[in-house]
């Protein structure tokens, strides 16, 4: 009978608030959650007792969301904030990553929180019928908890912890009324970011805190788009509900600068989201995080995309996981204009070289220029409103970018020193935007007036092109090589180009961009065959007219790092270096084969450098590679190093035979 629920036959005044929290205790089960709901309708016992439940809720969920949602609604909003803070704390102690149950580590901490999370104000020690005489009213009640405990359950996942304390924080908040609302604000915020990186895998997680950016922003808009998970997650639909008012509310207006101090919170709590969103973002080698600098290039210059291979447009368009990552950032975008997140600000923001992100403070901020932002979640969403008008054709007011100032700024920033071991490690959806960000202002702005002082200008090619030889997802790879290259031939200075590349092939201990460096001497020299005849010819211009690399100079100057003796190098060290010599017999071939390299007189600046003051270079490749040969026949060395010598042996013989025929 109902009248026999000890839930109902020991409700105040019979008992005590504190009294009755232990009668609650030892009887709550899935079965007892209806008769809780209803008792919870009292906004009186729910304001005093409310605070204390969740931790008894949390564990009991699905079933028990309708009586976590009472709590939120009719409980004491500032001692139920508290709670919900503590317990999203308490979701980052654990290292289950929350796509299955909790483990006893877990499950210690719930019933830890059962007893040692009391107010202060209500502080004690674990009741028991020994120790509390108010216990003692009812024998019969006491042993029918005991023998009414249910079995052990299995604990819900943290993703669904996670997904009822987020909904509770969002009509709790509003719910509160004090002059410095933005101090609940900043504390359970703070406490929802570090619970948010354990759990970035679950596509649940991040809906949630969209959801609750939303409520707190005051916007109305579609819901993200249905998708396909493994994960079980919270769908019961939210009642329209009254929320009791606040009882400690405070009559007095709020604080002038909250309403900025707010919004900035927000502001920068999206920015956190977006970066761990990112963050979590798989890549491999046909997909870089949003690959946002593949489908510029694709968008930008339909005529390179190779006929028959899906693009990544195509990719993102009809792979539904991809797909979604779209959607998901369109709505992170949509809430930063929502929350007046101006490109402007998210441009100051990674321009500056301190990251204020790494400052850590227990001081709650007192106004908006204290709270800082993400510095890589301003960079997302920056890429992000600039891919939205490029690939979607959405309205976009970025304001004038350079190559000079803003993107040479930015890169420093956010990738490591070139004589860091690191560079190129970075998560791949930092190096996608950047290498999308750089693209879109050389396209856009061009390279733009050079500053006086190369050195800024330097540093960008060198982080850039170690970028395109240590990033180990080939798409960034290459759209680095390819930014680099751009940016390298559009400096006007010709002097610093060459210099670029000498001190590249002079010092630079990757061989692979070694080899890139080959290939940038080659586009060089092409473009040379353009330049005007009178230019090449007319000494009396010489000085001021003519491009080095139109000149036999160049070759002379590069000689020494381009045709190495591989005589002098060891097994080892040779097998490292068969990209290089491809790089550079290729290069051989396209001087000795290309007609227009007589008007230039470089073929006889080759023949002299690379054929007779070395001894005969060709000889001695095609010499090494034949013995190499043979050696990595008997060690049983791989197929790729074995193409690699066929192929620097048969341009050799094309070469050779193209100087027999002179």
């Not at 304390?165 to 002059?179: A, E, G, Q």
């Not at 220029?369 to 960079?379: D, F, K, Q, T, Y």
């Not at 000498?502 to 080899?515: I, M």
């Amino acid at each position: 009978m109902a009248d026999d629920n000890p839930l109902l036959k020991a409700l105040p005044p019979e008992l005590d608030y504190i009294s009755y929290l232990t009668i609650i205790e030892y009887n709550l089960n899935t079965d007892q959650l209806p008769v809780l709901h209803n008792i919870l309708q009292d906004a009186t016992l729910t304001a005093n007792i409310g605070w204390d439940l969740v931790h008894l809720l949390l564990p009991l969920l699905p079933e028990s969301q309708t009586c976590l949602q009472d709590v939120a609604r009719l409980g004491n909003p500032r001692e139920v904030v508290l709670k919900v803070t503590e317990l999203l704390e308490a979701l980052t102690t654990s290292d289950e990553s929350g796509e299955h149950g909790e483990d006893e580590d877990q499950e210690q901490i719930v019933e830890d929180l059962a007893y040692s999370s009391e107010a202060p104000e209500t502080q004690t020690e674990k009741p028991s019928p020994e120790t509390n005489p108010s216990l003692q009213y009812d024998a019969s009640v006491a042993q029918s908890a005991q023998e009414g405990q249910p079995t052990p359950r299995k604990l819900p996942s943290k993703v669904s912890q996670f997904t009822a304390l987020v909904d509770m924080l969002s009509i709790l908040h509003p719910r509160i009324k004090t002059r410095h609302p933005s101090r609940f604000l900043s504390t359970f915020l703070q406490a929802v970011l570090p619970a948010y990186a354990t759990l970035l895998q679950h596509d649940e997680v991040t809906d949630t805190l969209l959801i609750l950016i939303k409520t707190f922003a005051g916007t109305k808009r579609p819901k993200l788009p249905p998708r396909k998970s493994s994960t079980q997650i919270l769908t019961q639909p939210r009642q329209v509900l009254v929320s009791a008012p606040d009882p400690e509310a405070n009559e007095e207006p709020i604080a002038p600068e909250e309403d900025a101090l707010q919004e900035r919170l927000l502001q920068s709590f999206l920015t956190f989201v977006v970066e761990g969103y990112m963050s979590s973002l798989s890549s491999d080698d046909d997909t870089a995080a949003m690959s946002w600098s593949s489908r510029l290039q694709e968008q930008l210059h339909p005529e390179k995309v190779v006929p028959g291979r899906r693009t990544a447009s195509e990719a993102f368009e009809h792979d539904e996981i991809l797909h979604r990552r779209d959607s998901v950032v369109g709505q992170m975008l949509a809430l930063a204009r929502d929350l007046n997140l101006q490109p402007e600000e998210l441009v100051r923001t990674i321009v500056d070289s301190e990251d204020p992100t790494t400052e850590e403070s227990d001081d709650l901020p007192s106004s908006a220029s204290e709270v800082p932002h993400s510095h890589p979640g301003c960079l997302y969403l920056l890429c992000a409103t600039i891919a939205s008008n490029i690939l979607f054709q959405a309205p976009s007011n970025v304001p004038p970018l350079s190559v000079f100032h803003t993107f040479s700024s930015i890169l420093s920033n956010f990738i490591s020193d070139t004589s860091s071991p690191t560079i190129g490690t970075e998560s791949p959806s930092v190096i996608d935007s950047l290498l999308f960000l750089g693209s879109y202002i050389l396209e856009t702005a061009g390279l733009g007036s050079p500053p006086e002082d190369d050195t800024s200008f330097t540093r960008t090619l060198q982080q850039l092109s170690l970028l395109s030889a240590n990033t180990p997802i080939a798409p960034l790879r290459y759209y680095a090589h390819l930014l680099t290259s751009r940016l390298l031939h559009a400096h006007p200075d010709d002097q610093l180009r060459l210099s670029f590349i000498k001190d590249t092939l002079e010092h630079c201990p990757y061989e692979n961009l070694k080899a890139g460096a080959v290939g940038w001497l080659k586009e060089e020299i092409l473009a040379a065959k353009n330049t005007p005849r009178s230019a090449i010819s007319d000494e009396a211009n010489e000085p001021t007219k003519k491009n080095v690399f139109t000149t036999p100079t160049c070759i002379a100057i590069l000689a020494p790092h381009l045709f190495l003796s591989p005589r002098e190098m060891a097994a080892e060290e040779f097998r490292n270096h068969i990209p290089f010599f491809l790089a550079v017999l290729n290069f051989c071939y396209f001087l000795l084969f290309s007609e227009f390299m007589e008007r230039l007189d470089l073929r006889g600046a080759l023949e002299v450098v690379a054929f007779h003051d070395t001894g005969d270079w060709l000889d001695i490749v095609n010499e090494t590679s034949s013995n190499f040969k043979a050696e990595d026949e008997q060690e049983g060395e791989e197929v790729r190093v074995e193409e690699g010598l066929v192929l620097m042996k048969g341009v050799v013989a094309m070469c050779r035979e193209k100087l027999q025929q002179r």
